[in-house]
């Protein structure tokens, strides 16, 4: 790797969502420290994100993630050159967390603070890895971020300005209603197979038939058409339950396991029929086949051939696999990020910080984070 000692040293802040996260990276690609505080246990219990836990959570874990974050990297904070921090969007009290701290460090050492959009860092996650890698993926590209609160296509350029590399961002696509995460976790949950659902569902996939069960593939009349829908997909589900009240029992019986702390993946494929297996393959194919289309269609009209797919979703093995032979034939690379740095972290805020650092971007004292702050 060429990047030296003497490159800048960014400490990157996140908790947009239910990670508390901070991380250390130098010249903008090495890694010397990514710390991951997931709220995840705290969550599971009310199958989804609660705002007011969230907050409350990430006040009593940012600063020792940060210290972590500093030990781990064994630098001291006052070697820093900036602090990036994620300022939207997410839940505003989630955020407000990780902005003041973010505010009040860069005040008390003197150093250069860097807002930082939560979508440019999963865009920068991938690219991060990728140069890391000696990888450089070719620019404009298309990126698919893909999570529990996102399911937005971006079309990602770079421009040099006084020898710095700028990146613009135009959305060309996104869901009308559920994200692709968001239906993950709600068929999940309607199938008692706990939270969050996209992991124990790609595992269950894997044991089931993807054709089992057909799924009319949303009808979008008008408007965008690289638009998503996922809702459709997430209340076929639901119909295919009623009209299957045998499914209920052992719907009962995962229920009763995961009250008991039983949540395995082998543990609630041994509690699944073939039947449920086959709706959970065919669910997961649905989704995937949308994505995949979608975004290598959109690729394929802006005569982009080069794909970044990030966030959480991203880790989902059968998407990795359907991206790789769907663009294969089209001339179309893609890009992932590693699993860990598919989901929330903030190596990949440190990352999209250093490319706004060295363009001279800086931000005060009266940052305030924003719920909406939209990728431009
Ligand atoms: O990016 P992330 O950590 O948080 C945000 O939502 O911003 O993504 C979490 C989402 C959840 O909805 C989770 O079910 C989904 O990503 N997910 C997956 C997989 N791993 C996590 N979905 C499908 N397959 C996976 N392997
Ligand atoms: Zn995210």
Redesign the pocket.
């Known amino acids: 790797m060429s990047v030296g000692p003497s490159e800048p040293l960014i400490l990157g802040i996140e908790s947009s969502?239910d990670e508390t996260a901070a991380a250390v990276v130098s010249g903008g690609l090495r890694i010397l420290s990514n710390v991951v505080a997931s709220q995840v246990e705290i969550h599971r219990k009310y199958g989804g994100v609660v705002p007011e836990l969230a907050s409350r959570e990430h006040l009593r874990r940012i600063v020792p993630v940060v210290r972590e974050a500093a030990d781990q990297a064994r630098i001291q904070l006052q070697e820093l050159d900036a602090i990036a921090v994620t300022s939207g969007p997410g839940l505003i009290g989630a955020l407000l967390v990780g902005v003041t701290y973010g505010k009040t460090l860069a005040q008390a050492l003197h150093k250069p603070l860097i807002a930082v959009n939560h979508l440019e860092g999963h865009v920068h996650a991938v690219l991060l890895e990728a140069h890391a890698a000696g990888r450089d993926p070719r620019l404009p590209a298309v990126c698919l971020i893909v999570?529990?609160?996102?399911t937005i296509l971006y079309e990602v350029r770079a421009h040099a300005s006084n020898g710095a590399r700028l990146f613009s961002y135009n959305r060309i696509g996104g869901t009308r209603d559920d994200a692709a995460?968001?239906a993950?976790?709600k068929v999940a949950r309607m199938l008692a197979l706990g939270y969050?659902?996209?992991?124990i569902?790609?595992r269950l996939a894997a044991h089931g038939n993807p054709s089992a069960v057909r799924f009319a593939s949303a009808k979008m009349s008008g408007g965008n058409p690289h638009d998503f829908s996922f809702s459709g997909i997430k209340t076929a589900v639901l119909y295919h339950l009623r009209r299957n009240p045998h499914l209920q029992a052992e719907i009962e019986r995962r229920q009763h396991a995961l009250s008991h702390g039983e949540r395995a993946a082998d543990r609630l494929r041994a509690l699944s029929s073939g039947e449920t297996l086959d709706l959970i393959a065919s669910f997961q194919r649905a989704v995937v086949e949308s994505l995949v289309a979608r975004t290598l269609a959109a690729a394929e009209e802006l005569g982009i051939r080069t794909v970044l797919v990030s966030?959480?979703?991203a880790?989902?093995s059968e998407l990795r696999r359907s991206f790789e032979t769907e663009s294969g034939g089209r001339g179309i690379a893609v890009f992932f990020p590693s699993r860990a740095l598919s989901?929330?972290n903030a190596a990949m805020i440190a990352a999209a910080g250093y490319a706004r650092f060295l363009a001279g971007e800086r931000s005060g004292v009266h940052l305030d984070p924003s719920a909406n702050l939209p990728l431009a």
Not at 147 to 150: L, P, Q, R
Not at 196 to 199: E, N
């Open positions: 969502c999570s529990g609160g996102h995460g968001e993950y976790d969050p659902g996209g992991p569902i790609d966030g959480g979703v880790a989902n989901t929330d």
